[in-house]
């Protein structure tokens, strides 16, 4: 799927350093590089970046799913840490489990190489 | 309680801007202003960068509990977004709700003036 990054970024993922690797229907892929602003006090990624990663691909599994002209917002999220990334890159692959009218429901699976980073599920709003 | 600022920060709540206004035994309170690069794809406040704020107060409150010379993860968290932040700044207050010896279960609101913006509850691990 082709889609303008005017239409896939915003600020927020900008300012993390997102990159969309892969849009397909119902699907995101999202890889985020643990740059030193990113480091929580540990010099690990902050939890906060691993979760807004997640947040950006399922924002974008969305779109996938209702159109990249409507927009969708996270009702809530619950997220388990698994593993700590300690340096170099992880890729966040969200895919869309329901699609409803009114909400989305949303999977989410950070991996570094093989490993599973963190998992994450939650539910959008279509706006 | 007074903390120096090198134990409460981390590059990445120095990268969103977060403001410690309040450490008690047990509890922290964080603030965070809506900046241009906090936006999500609406304009609004980014849940990544909301949920980021969440994790920084929730991980502040741990270390008034076990101490600043000791160190703590986040295991998970669920967070309910209640209402968008459209400007200005946000409050969160993170509360220690049972501190364990190996983890800690911890609740947290966000607040702009009076109204609840967001809800999270999370556990997690003593290091």
């Excluded at 896939?8 to 030193?36: D, I, M, N, Y």
């Excluded at 619950?78 to 489990?97: H, L, P, T």
């Amino acid at each position: 799927m082709d889609i303008p990054a005017g239409l896939t970024e915003s600020p927020f993922s900008q300012l993390l350093g997102c990159r969309v690797v892969r849009l397909e229907e119902h699907l995101a892929e999202v890889a985020l590089a643990l740059t030193k602003p990113l480091r929580n006090r540990l010099g690990k990624l902050h939890g906060g970046a691993m979760f807004s990663l997640v947040d950006v691909a399922m924002g974008l599994a969305c779109s996938t799913a209702h159109g990249f002209d409507k927009s969708s917002v996270t009702l809530e999220c619950k997220i388990n840490y698994i593993r700590a990334v300690a340096d170099g890159e992880v890729n966040c692959i969200a895919r869309v489990i329901h699609a409803g009218r009114r909400t989305l429901v949303v999977d989410a699976e950070v991996f570094q190489n093989d490993k599973l980073m963190a998992k994450a599920q939650a539910t959008f709003a279509a706006l």
